[in-house]
């Protein structure tokens, strides 16, 4: 099992830019959440989906952020445009169950 | 709403030095409990859970208990390991109407010397 998979890694963008952060959950588990990090505000919950259907969004912080769930096997996470205050790590969670998550190693996410 | 609340770090202790991670929560119901760690450079993964008062979740030599009357989830480990650093974030599961979503605590960092 290869685990939630992100990309990318890391990502370095100028403001104004547009941002995609991907996702690849763990085949059957049908729900996915995006989570952000960091030292002010520690780990926030943007959205989740269960079974590729927004069910929380009320995390997106604001219009410029959006999230997309079109199959089972893939999500993406866009922010448009990209400010420095978005700086933080990213990451994806799947889950099988009720309440048991497994996370991403996130995206690095660095808006100069 | 639902929400729990963590001491907060650093926590720097000995190697085989006891550790205690407070946390207390807020909820309408009964909620499940958690514990999740986060080493260094990855994301979290699950450390222990309780879903309901007096369980005691365990793992890893880590255990916590479900206190309904104190609303508390305190996190204990009699010895602790250098390999235990990393930050420790308690969580709680409310119920939101078909789905749900864990609220996380802000985290605690643990850093253990030799």
């Known amino acids: 099992d290869a685990g939630v998979i992100q990309s990318p890694r890391h990502e370095v963008t100028e403001m104004g830019q547009e941002v995609t952060l991907r996702c690849k959950p763990i085949s059957g588990h049908n729900s996915l959440f995006w989570y952000r990090q960091t030292m002010m505000r520690g780990l926030e919950l943007l959205i989740y989906f269960n079974n590729n259907v927004p069910i929380d969004d009320s995390g997106m912080p604001e219009d410029r952020f959006s999230a997309k769930m079109p199959n089972a096997s893939f999500s993406t996470l866009k922010i448009q445009p990209s400010e420095p205050r978005d700086s933080a790590v990213y990451f994806c969670?799947?889950?099988?169950?009720?309440?048991?998550?497994?996370f991403g190693s996130g995206t690095q996410l660095s808006v100069l | 709403g639902d929400s729990v609340t963590q001491m907060e770090g650093p926590v720097t202790l000995s190697e085989e030095a006891f550790l205690t991670i407070n946390c207390t929560y807020t909820?309408?119901?009964?909620?499940?409990l958690f514990w999740y760690v986060q080493y260094p450079g990855e994301g979290l993964q699950l450390l222990l859970k309780?879903?309901?008062?007096?369980d005691k979740g365990s793992n890893k030599g880590f255990e916590a208990t479900y206190r309904k009357e104190t609303t508390s989830f305190h996190l204990e480990k009699g010895s602790v390991q250098v390999s235990d650093s990393a930050v420790y974030f308690c969580a709680l599961s409310p119920l939101k109407g078909s789905g749900y979503a864990l609220n996380f605590g802000k985290g605690t960092s643990l850093l253990v010397t030799p």
């Open positions: 909820a309408t119901g009964y909620p499940s």
């Open positions: 309780a879903t309901k008062a007096d």
């Open positions: 969670a799947s889950s099988p169950t009720v309440e048991k998550l497994f």
